[in-house]
């Protein structure tokens, strides 16, 4: 946190000076006390002490009175926004291995319709590109604020063969980096990479592309799609077919979220894949910036003064 005008942050002196005074106050009227009578014959006369609770008020105020003298102070906090520019790309899975149906109609599918859902929550002044890769990364889309254009282009992929996951994070990162905003400055950016096992083939292998991405200053989160039980067919010569085992292979995944800033997923289920996109889009595009909180400092010492003051009406009022 800082201050426009620290100086003022001089007065907080004031505090820890009547905690003092008010210290010894207390002591004086015990002594006075003591001094006009015998404090063992006290509770003949008095019903009940005050307790610790009358210390409660004073404790409020002097509360109050920091958080005074901190708005004075015109703080600035630190904080969270949504930017009103960014790019995300989308770079999706469509290897042979994505047809699988352990996730309902098929794996891909379920990324598809995550997707779009998630392509509704970002925000309308956002960038949105598309990445298909299998035997080698291709924009499926160039990032464009075109909402109809990113959906058609998600629905329009297909199951292919390999799975280019280095070459996947490479092409995206690039793209989004030739972005810049209406400043003039490159539009940050993040990359959600959506995939179900190891890599296959490719030019340029994960942990390359990963330290281009963390470079580059790209996050790169990912989603492991699939269950144990994910099975596709492959069809050999004569018009045999063959069930091949596809178990989601999360490691490569891992390591590139992890090398790059990002954050890694799992996706189970079409519900699970769902929830993780809602939780994306309030991480995707955002950005820290300093804002004046002199108003909270202030609102937040009248609130207290109000409840000291309340206290101290109400705990040790007069009964007539």
Known sequence: MTFDTPLA??????????????????????????????????????????????????????????????????????????????????????????????LRPSRLAAAQIAASKFVDKIPEKF????????SSAAVAVAPTTDRELVRAGIASLKPGEGTAIGDAVVLSASLGRRLKTDDGVIAPMSVLLIS????????????????????????????????ANGVVEHTLPGGYKEQIRVPPAPATLQ?????????????????????????????LGKKKETREVTDVFAGGSALLLVVGGALSAFLFRRVP
Do not use: C
């Not at 960038?127 to 299998?134: L, T």
């Not at 179900?196 to 492991?224: C, E, F, K």
């Not at 979220?257 to 997923?265: E, S, V, W, Y």
């Not at 894949?273 to 309030?282: C, M, V």
């Open 9 to 102: 942050l001089v007065a907080l002196l004031i505090v820890p000076a009547l905690l003092v005074l008010y210290v010894i106050h207390q002591r004086r009227r015990t002594q006075y006390a003591a001094r006009w009578g015998t404090p063992g014959l006290l509770p003949n006369v008095v019903d009940r002490a005050p307790g610790r609770l009358r210390h409660l008020p004073l404790a409020v105020l002097l509360i109050a009175l920091t958080a005074l003298v901190v708005g004075v102070a015109r703080p600035h906090a630190t904080v969270n926004v949504k930017r009103e520019e960014a790019t995300v790309l989308l770079a999706m899975d469509v290897s042979r291995s994505m047809g699988a149906t352990d």
């Open 127 to 134: 960038r949105i590109g598309v990445v298909a890769f299998g």
């Open 196 to 227: 179900d096992g190891a890599p296959d083939g490719g030019r340029t292998a994960p942990r390359v592309a990963a330290q281009r991405a963390r470079r580059q200053h790209v996050p790169v989160y990912t989603v492991a799609l699939g269950t």
């Open 255 to 283: 390591m590139i979220a992890r090398m790059t800033g990002g954050k890694f997923f799992r996706a189970p289920d079409e519900d699970r894949l769902s929830e993780i996109y809602e939780q994306l889009g309030s991480r």
